[in-house]
C-alpha cells in the first residue's frame, strides 16, 4: 500500500518533498513517519524545492544590477510579491511586504503604528501577535464566538483613541479552532478602528481575502505553508507603513543620502533594507500558487483527518481534547492531555516508539494553555497537527499509540 492510497480517493494533493520519509519503530520495523507537527513546520512541496532551484541557476542581486542574472532575479522576487498578494485577495493599492516570519511582520507594523496607537489583542494569541504592542490593551480568553465579539465591543467602546488596531487570529495555533474574523473586523471598522490578522494558522488550511473580510492587514508565515524558507509577508494599506521609520535602515530603503540628510523611499522597499531573502521570496509564492490552486482538495483532505481524530480521540479513555469553543470548526489540530503521563513523556513515546512527531508544551501561547490547563497547575500539553503530509494510516497509529499507553 502506497501513501496515496491511504488519502481519500476523492481528492489530488500536491506531493512534498519528504513523502515516503521512513523511521524504525520499537519493534524494529519500518515504517513511514507521521509528521503531526505541521502546526510548527509544514515540510517543503515539491513544486517549492523546484521553484527554488529554478531560481538558484540565475541568483544574483536584486534591484542594484543591470546584468542580465540582477534583472531576472528581480523580476522574480517582485513576481513573488504579485503571487502572494493575490493568495490573499490584497487590494490594489495594498503593500506586500517581505519579512522572515509572522512574528516579523508584527514587529514591523508595531513599529509603523501612528504615536499613541492602543492596540486590542486577546489574551489567547500566539506570542508573536500577543507581544510586539508597546501600548495593548489585553482582552479576557473568550469561550465562545459571541463572547469574543462582546469583549472586544466593550473595550473600544471604553478606550477610545484617534488611532486603534485590533489584532486577532484566523485560526488558534493551540486549538485549531476558527475565529470569527469577519465579525471582529467588521467591528472594529465600525468603531474607527483597523483590523489586523495572524493568518499563519489558517492560510494553509483554507482561503484568506482581506478585500471581501475588510482586513488592513495580514501576516503569516512559509514555514506554515509548505515553503520552508525563512520568508514571511506583512500584506496591507501602505499608509502607515509609508509615514513610518524604516523597519530597518540601510541601503535599499532610501532614494537620497547626503552629508546628515537622508530620505527614505516609499513602497515595500521602505522597509526591505540590505539585500532581501529572494530565494524565501520565491518559495513562498510557489507555495501559494500551489495551495490556491489545490484549495478544495485541501480542505476535503483536512476535513477527513479531522474528523477521524477528533472522533478517535474521544474513544480513549483518559486523553481529554482542550478547546475554546467546543471544537466546532477548524484546522486538523488537537491539544490534549493524558492522565498519568506528562506531555514530554506522551511526546518522547510517540517518537521513539511509534515514528510519530508530535509538539508538547505551551505552544508560545503560554496565557491560552495555562488557561486551558487550569485545573493542572504547571502542566503542559501534547499538540497533534495534520496537514498535507498527513494520512489516515499515521492517524490511526497515534490514536493506536495513545490507547497503549
Not at 508573536?128 to 464566538?145: E, F, M, Y
Not at 509548505?226 to 514571511?232: E, K, N, Q, T
Request: hydrophobic share 45%; net charge negative.
Amino acid at each position: 500500500m502506497t501513501v496515496s492510497d491511504l488519502r481519500p480517493t476523492t481528492t489530488a494533493l500536491p506531493p512534498l518533498v519528504s513523502a515516503g520519509l521512513t523511521y524504525r519503530d520499537h519493534d524494529d520495523s519500518t515504517v513511514e513517519y507521521a509528521h503531526l507537527d505541521h502546526g510548527a513546520t509544514t515540510p517543503a512541496l515539491v513544486a517549492v524545492t523546484e521553484a527554488v532551484t529554478a531560481a538558484s541557476a540565475t541568483y544574483s542581486s536584486v534591484h542594484r544590477g543591470a546584468g542580465f542574472a540582477s534583472r531576472v532575479t528581480s523580476s522574480r522576487y517582485e513576481a513573488a510579491r504579485e503571487a502572494v498578494a493575490a493568495f490573499v485577495g490584497a487590494r490594489e493599492d495594498d503593500q506586500v511586504v517581505f519579512t522572515r516570519n509572522t512574528t516579523d511582520s508584527f514587529n514591523l507594523l508595531a513599529r509603523a503604528l501612528p504615536t499613541g496607537t492602543t492596540v486590542f489583542v486577546f489574551a489567547s494569541e500566539h506570542h508573536a501577535a500577543l507581544l510586539p504592542w508597546a501600548d495593548a490593551v489585553r482582552l479576557p480568553i473568550p469561550h465562545s464566538h459571541a463572547e469574543a465579539v462582546t469583549l472586544l465591543d466593550e473595550a473600544l467602546r471604553t478606550h477610545p483613541g484617534e488611532h486603534r488596531l485590533v489584532v486577532a487570529t484566523g485560526a488558534s495555533n493551540v486549538t485549531g479552532e476558527h475565529w470569527p474574523i469577519e465579525r471582529l473586523a467588521d467591528l472594529a471598522h465600525a468603531h474607527g478602528a483597523r483590523f489586523a490578522l495572524d493568518a499563519a494558522q489558517v492560510v494553509p488550511h483554507r482561503r484568506v481575502d482581506i478585500a471581501a473580510l475588510g482586513i488592513d492587514w495580514v501576516a503569516f508565515s512559509g514555514h506554515k505553508v509548505y515553503a520552508p524558507f525563512g520568508a514571511g509577508a506583512l500584506v496591507g494599506r501602505r499608509d502607515w507603513l509609508d509615514t513610518a521609520d524604516p523597519y530597518l535602515a540601510g541601503g535599499g530603503a532610501t532614494t537620497r543620502v547626503g552629508d546628515g540628510a537622508v530620505e527614505w523611499t516609499t513602497g515595500p522597499a521602505r522597509h526591505e533594507a540590505g539585500s532581501p531573502n529572494v530565494l524565501g521570496a520565491v518559495a513562498l509564492a510557489a507555495a501559494c500558487e500551489v495551495i490556491a490552486e489545490h484549495e478544495e482538495a485541501i480542505i476535503a483532505h483536512e476535513h477527513a483527518l479531522r474528523t477521524r481524530l477528533l472522533s478517535g480521540l474521544a474513544t480513549i479513555d483518559g486523553v481529554h481534547v482542550h478547546t475554546l469553543f467546543g471544537g466546532r470548526t477548524g484546522a486538523p489540530v488537537a491539544t490534549i492531555t493524558v492522565d498519568g503521563h506528562d506531555s514530554s513523556e506522551v511526546a518522547r513515546v510517540l517518537g521513539d516508539e511509534h515514528g510519530i512527531g508530535v509538539r508538547d508544551g505551551k505552544f508560545c501561547a503560554h496565557p491560552l494553555v495555562d488557561h486551558l490547563l487550569a485545573e493542572r497547575p504547571q502542566s503542559t500539553a501534547v499538540r497533534i497537527s495534520a496537514g498535507l503530509g498527513t494520512t489516515t494510516e499515521h492517524v490511526d497509529r497515534l490514536l493506536a499509540a495513545l490507547r497503549s499507553l
